[in-house]
């Protein structure tokens, strides 16, 4: 089945420090990809949807220029948690689908998460 | 209240028991669709249920939807000590333009099952 690949899995670093999480589809073309963000025993929250070529369209309270999210291949979207401080600390999920997943009503195919930890 | 609301937040059973998890959410939807997430790991995707679909089964899981009361339900049966863990619903609203059906999540039930 189709699979994606998020890295690195765990990150912890200093306050101010820029971190990069990539998400990789292995066996097909993403043309959509989605970022999540998920507080300790809370739910996961839409940050952003990017498509392949274009720029990201990020949700309500979410700062585009803290965190920034490249989608410049079909098969790789990055997101880059900028200047990253301790409220940043979260889970954060990648998600992936391509055109097809859409019109018959697949299910996106999901990173493991990264998990981030600000100190 | 919020798009996806689970309840209950938390439910605790004994091994061999079933399980009933519900959600309501508010906007017109593609499909709904159950995840289950171990403590501190990714989404398991378990079942999809369509907008035009009524229930499904899959193994041990049987949801049901209600698209005129905005609901869906989860149901686990003969759960084992492994179901521990977290289930959220997740709805894929109608969308418009390259963003091809984001996901809306709901709060999400904690499910421990006691051996």
């Known amino acids: 089945g189709a699979v994606v690949s998020q890295h690195p899995s765990w990150v912890i670093c200093k306050s101010g420090t820029s971190v990069k999480i990539e998400c990789r589809s292995l066996?097909?073309?993403?043309?959509?990809m989605f970022w999540y963000r998920q507080f300790p025993k809370q739910s996961l929250m839409l940050m952003a949807t990017s498509n392949e070529g274009s720029k990201a369209t990020y949700e309500q309270g979410v700062e585009k220029d803290k965190f920034l999210i490249n989608h410049a291949s079909l098969t790789l979207s990055t997101l880059t948690v900028t200047s990253a401080h301790p409220e940043d600390s979260s889970f954060y999920i990648c998600?992936?689908?391509?055109?097809?997943?859409?019109?018959?009503?697949?299910?996106?195919?999901f990173g493991d998460g990264t998990r981030l930890s600000i100190l | 209240s919020q798009q996806g609301e689970e309840d209950p937040q938390a439910l605790s059973i004994q091994e061999g028991e079933n399980a009933t998890m519900n959600c309501s959410y508010k906007?017109?939807?593609?499909?709904l669709q159950w995840y289950r997430q171990n403590s501190g790991r990714g989404l398991v995707h378990l079942i999809l249920?369509?907008?035009?679909?009524r229930e499904k089964h899959s193994g041990r899981l049987r949801v049901t939807l209600d698209t005129s009361k905005k609901s869906s339900s989860l149901l686990i049966t003969a759960s084992q000590a492994a179901d521990t863990a977290s289930y959220f619903c997740a709805t894929e609203n109608r969308a418009g333009g390259t963003s091809y059906g984001k996901l809306t999540f709901g709060q999400g039930t904690i499910l421990t099952v006691h051996p």
């Open positions: 998600s992936a689908r391509d055109r097809t997943d859409y019109y018959s009503n697949q299910p996106q195919h």
């Open positions: 906007t017109s939807i593609n499909n």
């Open positions: 066996d097909f073309q993403a043309t959509t």
């Open positions: 249920i369509r907008s035009n679909e």
